[in-house]
């Protein structure tokens, strides 16, 4: 019965417009963790932004640009090493932000704090709680 269901839902799923184009762009954002340009993207797929867009808002939820703002504001946190000093402008550099202030602008929104405060809140969890489960999570447990 459960094979039956599946394969049902499958047929439904390989039906769905766009799929195949999502699930490709989708792979390419992953795997340059959000470092791509999106209209690059709709230009390889052989599709424009807006249709891309679109595809991407029905299947997803959220637009291409919107996936890879996310991806690489999550490898950008991932790279943060609370226990040491950072180099802000490198870190911004490195994950493929414009600029500092370009950073900072994407964590607050991501975040609600600027960097300096999430990091030291991430410090300060580290001090609080030693050997905590999340002593590894890169997002404060504040």
Known sequence: ???LLEEGLM?????????????????????????????????AAGVSSTHLA?????LIGVTPKRLART????????????AGPIDWGD???????????HFGHEFRAFTG??????VEVRRRFLREHPGHALDGWPLPAD
Do not use: W
Request: net charge positive; glycine share 12%; with cysteine.
């Open 1 to 3: 019965m459960l094979t």
């Open 113 to 118: 704090l600027t960097p300096t405060r999430y």
């Open 11 to 43: 047929r439904r799923l390989c039906e769905t417009a766009g799929l195949g184009l999502v699930r490709h762009t989708s792979s390419v954002i992953a795997a340059t963790s959000g470092a791509v340009a999106i209209g690059d993207l709709g230009v």
């Open 91 to 101: 870190l911004a550099g490195g994950a493929g932000y414009f600029d500092q202030a």
């Open 71 to 82: 991806y690489r504001f999550t490898a950008t946190v991932f790279a943060i090493n609370p």
């Open 54 to 58: 679109q595809r991407f808002k029905e």
